[in-house]
């Protein structure tokens, strides 16, 4: 027998799909459309105007749009490389040590427990150039004479930003490549070190193989987390200096309302969206390689 949409567990159900229409299908649905309008925040007329794909195209062909994009694709692929080394490293040590394992794993989950804001004002004050603390021990250790700009030289100040997302989402891989290492069977370790395998064979054909999904997993997370990084660069630099340190999300906070080019930083935020879902594809189709071959399926 069919339940009738108006049932009781539907009508119970029915206060969170209104809620979730509210909330996520309609400010999607209304960000699409004004994407396709020239809509500012100073005149809210210009939401009814319908110009088709010329945002999209002011964007595409914008050269600013294409340093902020490729700053991003930069930004995520040194800092998901770099955070998977470290992650993979601490995992290690941490599986292999018996004597208060849990507390360090709990040690391990701290720069996590950190928001986001938070770490862009502790790496700002570790970075400022006048009583930072990295320049501080610089000098104390007389590697450096004069103090080093980190938030205002163009180069230094991209690897301010990296250091500060790398040491609060490090634990991420670490955690979930604990996970994985605590799940790798123990026979086929016994049976290699038996058969005379060095450490890094063991790990390069047995461990490795089992960790790859939790690796996949780790870098979908992140890399969703890095396409739309906000907070940490507001906080550390908002931009500067001259824009080099501009990200999508941050262009995208500051065409919307600094400038209150709604309209086109709608557009600027879907063609993110579209970078984002390339990246989830392209991991979770890495994914489900490995679970084919694991399930023996051709």
């Known amino acids: 027998m069919k339940k009738s949409f108006f049932s009781v567990p539907m009508l119970l159900l029915l206060p969170s799909f209104i809620i979730l229409i509210l909330i996520i299908v309609f400010p999607l649905i209304f960000s699409l459309y004004s994407s396709f309008t020239p809509y500012k925040l100073i005149k809210p007329d210009s939401l009814y105007v319908f ?17 902020g994009f490729g700053r991003t694709i930069l930004v995520l692929t040194l800092a998901i490389n770099i955070e998977f080394v470290l992650g993979l490293g601490i995992a290690l040590l ?26 862009g004002f502790q790496f700002k004050f570790m970075f400022n150039d006048n009583i930072g603390v990295v320049n501080n021990l ?34 991420v891989f670490a955690i979930l490549l604990l ?13 290699s070190k038996i058969d005379g395998c060095t450490a890094i064979q063991t790990f390069r054909y047995i461990t490795l193989p089992y960790l790859m999904p939790f690796i996949y997993i780790a870098m979908t997370i992140r890399s969703l987390d890095i396409a739309r990084a906000y907070d940490i660069i507001r906080i550390m ?9 501009e990200l999508i999300w941050t262009m995208i906070g500051k065409t919307g309302f600094n400038d209150s080019k709604m309209g ?8 993110s969206i579209i970078l984002s879902i390339a990246v989830t594809y392209y991991f979770f189709n890495k994914l489900n390689k490995i679970k084919q071959d694991t399930m023996g399926i051709v």
Do not use: H
């Open 51 to 67: 110009i088709g794909f010329a945002n999209y195209i002011k964007l595409l062909s914008s050269w600013d749009f294409w340093e």
């Open 94 to 119: 941490i599986n292999k040590v018996t004597y208060n394992a849990r507390m360090l794993r709990t040690i391990m989950m701290f720069p996590m427990m950190f928001s986001p804001i938070l770490v």
């Open 138 to 171: 610089l000098r104390e250790f007389n590697i450096i004479s004069s103090d080093i700009p980190w938030l205002i030289d163009s180069s230094l100040a991209l690897f301010s930003i990296l250091s500060a997302e790398i040491w609060s989402s490090t634990s």
């Open 179 to 191: 996970a994985g290492l605590m799940a790798v069977p123990k026979e086929p370790i016994e049976a």
């Open 237 to 245: 630099t908002n931009g500067g200096p001259a824009g080099r340190t």
């Open 264 to 271: 086109l930083a709608n557009a600027m935020a879907y063609i």
